[in-house]
């Protein structure tokens, strides 16, 4: 998933609330522990873990064994692998574009271990029957209601391996947006698209849904027939007459993975293993924009390895995807905000690809351990847009993350509330979604860095290509990683890097590396002249990147009159803005300098626009002032439909919105 500069004081006794309502694993109590197959040497890392944090000594909590591949206890799924886990999934279902529903079956084969139940996720689902393979009802029954929705759980019968679930999803299915015609780009035809990261997937498939485990799937889906339909699997590239479609992936995924499309889409290939899904109105200027698409494959192949999933693909979605894009395997999903007209932004497209790797092959095995899909990706995509676009691009992106993470946990340092600046996160209790901050990429990335600069580039490439290579298909604790690292490459190179400290306390160590970018110095000088009264239109900035104007606009001097910000807006055209980076920085600048002439254009970007990473700042910032506030509420009683449930949900509590009038439910 790609969001970045996201900012987090808004965090508020809302969230702690949440956390404080939930299951916490206690130090002295007894962890629910839903699975029971764990080695010894695991249950010792999860109990330090869960007690850890300041205290605990670093050799105790690091030194879990890099061999088994057992199951780590989900505080976020009711399922209970090691009674009996899905080892396939196969779906048939219908699309009722019109009802907002989906309806059919769900299949599984299912590998029994040592209990008589299986146990599934779901949320706001109807289950009209279990069935067994012979067409018998199996006894099930479903749960109470948290906010990790109902377990299902299903009694089997002696030698039963199979199951058949008729079900139908409910109108506030989470994961699900049903965009209306004029939602889209297009303006022709409604659309839906589905997000399941991080435990969502529930909400439109009965399913163990745990990043921890992993499950072939294949589906039959019938769309209206003038519609066509994608999943994060084989795909068809063109449509059928019928509306049925059928889709194969025959990699073992978890759930968060599994991915559904439907709109007035078509396909335009980029090489002959890469291409573009887009409503019609996009597809030209998306296959423009990402040309590079099939480089960055053979790129990425050079660094880590072979890329194992077939085809890869993306599909650029309506602009309320709520991310920047969603790694889904083989079919990235991506936000048109992208789509710059300049090709500037398309590391977006590097980093999805980059969980291909880090992510889909090696997956983290919790949400605590986020940043092991995160951290790494951001490291990986870094190399990718190195060798694309030279060292200058890079040292521009890395230095504009590592303010964003600065300011994150100055923000969470200021709350009282810095638990969340640990790598390792304890999520337990609280929705995953709420810890899924730039911590996991930049700190992750940061720490990465640093040992990519302690042990040289060369041994730092061959640990991470083996380290994709053994443990590909599987999930990944950070415990077992910190072993794996001190094992496989910091004693052998008998380099010393405080590891734990980085994972497990909170904060950003004094070792951190910080960028630099000349680049960024030379714009920084340009500021400087501005301020000093030299007009806008004379400064030099001939041939500036995106980076360098989002660099500009976020060391602007505080407090500026209306004459300042309208000699920047008449000399560089902001308010006009087709980029949505440079669009978005220069409004955040508005709203604190309370440049009336741009609120019009404020009002239209966030009743278009849905991606988080954009609304929160600019939310933020309007509901900081009474006047901010009125506009804010105004905007947002009529932009809050279009925006996808991930979005409202934060939004919803930074506006103390639940409750309202005229709030949708969820
Ligand atoms: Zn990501």
Redesign the pocket.
């Known amino acids: 998933?790609?969001f970045r500069q996201w900012r987090y004081p808004y965090r508020s006794a809302y969230l702690r609330a949440r956390t404080n309502a939930g299951v916490l694993v206690k130090c002295g109590t007894k962890p629910p522990m839903r699975y029971a197959s764990w080695s010894i040497a695991s249950v010792i890392a999860l109990l330090f873990t869960a007690c850890g944090g300041p205290g605990t000594s670093p050799a105790a909590q690091k030194r879990e064994g890099t061999d088994q591949n057992v199951h780590i206890m989900d505080p976020h799924s009711h399922a209970r692998p090691e009674e009996a886990v899905i080892t396939h999934l196969s779906l048939d279902l219908n699309v009722d574009m019109e009802a907002r529903r989906l309806k059919g079956t769900a299949a599984y084969a299912i590998n029994r271990g040592k209990g008589d139940t299986i146990r599934f996720d779901t949320d706001g689902l109807t289950i009209h029957s279990v069935k067994l393979a012979d067409g018998t009802d199996a006894p099930y029954t479903l749960g109470d209601t948290s906010f990790l929705g109902r377990e299902l759980a299903v009694k089997l019968p002696a030698g039963a391996d199979s199951l058949i679930i008729a079900y139908e999803t409910g109108p506030g299915a989470r994961a699900l947006q049903w965009l209306s015609p004029g939602q889209t780009a297009d303006k022709t035809k409604p659309f839906l698209f589905t997000q399941g990261q991080a435990i969502l997937t529930r909400t439109w498939i009965p399913v163990q849904d745990s990043p921890g485990i992993r499950f072939t799937y294949d589906a039959k889906v019938t769309v209206p027939n003038d519609l066509m339909a994608v999943m994060s699997a084989t795909n068809p590239q063109e449509r059928n007459a019928d509306g049925v479609y059928h889709f194969r992936m025959d990699k073992a995924i978890p759930a968060y993975l599994v991915a559904l499309a439907v709109g007035d889409i078509v396909f335009k290939p980029i090489d002959e293993r890469t291409g573009i899904y887009a409503e019609r109105t996009m597809i030209d200027k998306a296959v423009w924009e990402f040309a590079d698409m099939g480089k960055m494959v053979s790129t990425a192949e050079t660094l880590y390895g072979p890329y194992r999933w077939g085809r890869y693909d993306v599909i650029v979605l309506p602009p309320s995807f709520p991310f920047g894009?969603m790694?889904n395997p083989m079919l990235t999903f991506a936000t048109p905000t992208v789509i710059a007209g300049d090709r500037s932004l398309t590391a977006l497209i590097a980093?999805?690809l980059?969980?291909s790797w880090s992510?889909n092959l090696v997956t983290n095995a919790t949400w605590n351990d986020f940043w092991l899909?995160?951290g790494f990706?951001?490291y990986f995509e870094h190399r990718i847009t190195e060798e694309l676009y030279g060292p200058e691009y890079n040292a521009m992106t890395s230095l504009i993350g590592h303010q964003d993470l600065m300011n994150t946990v100055a923000d969470m340092e200021a709350k009282g509330d810095p638990g969340d600046t640990r790598l390792k996160l304890d999520l337990a209790g609280r929705d995953p979604d709420d810890g899924m901050t730039d911590v996991a990429?930049e700190k992750g990335f940061a720490l990465l860095r640093l040992v990519e600069s302690r042990v040289g580039r060369e041994k730092f490439d061959a640990f991470l290509r083996g380290y994709f290579d053994r443990y590909a298909f599987q999930s990944m604790t950070t415990e077992r990683f910190i072993t794996y690292l001190h094992e496989e490459l910091l004693d052998p190179a008998n380099v010393t890097v405080d590891v734990e400290r980085w994972v497990y306390q909170p904060g950003i160590p004094e070792d951190d590396i910080v960028p630099v970018s000349d680049r960024f110095t030379k714009v920084e000088e340009q500021i400087a002249r501005w301020g000093n009264g030299t007009p806008a239109k004379e400064l030099a900035t001939q041939g500036w990147s995106t980076f360098e104007w989002i660099h500009f606009l976020r060391h602007l001097p505080k407090g500026l009159e209306e004459g300042s910000m309208a000699d920047l807006d008449r000399s560089f055209g902001f308010t006009r803005s087709g980029n949505t980076e440079i669009l978005a920085a220069w409004l955040e600048q508005c709203i604190l300098n309370d440049y009336d002439a741009a609120y019009l254009r404020l009002d239209e970007f966030l009743r278009t626009v849905g991606r988080r990473k954009f609304l929160i700042p600019l939310y933020q910032e309007l509901v900081a002032t009474e006047k901010g506030r009125t506009i804010a509420e105004g905007i947002y009683a009529a932009a809050r439909p279009n925006y996808h449930s991930v979005s409202v949900r934060t939004i919803d509590a930074m506006l103390g919105w639940e409750g309202r009038q005229g709030s949708i439910t969820l």
């Open positions: 998933m790609r894009g790694e980093h999805e980059a969980h992510g899909n995160e990706t951001v990429y």
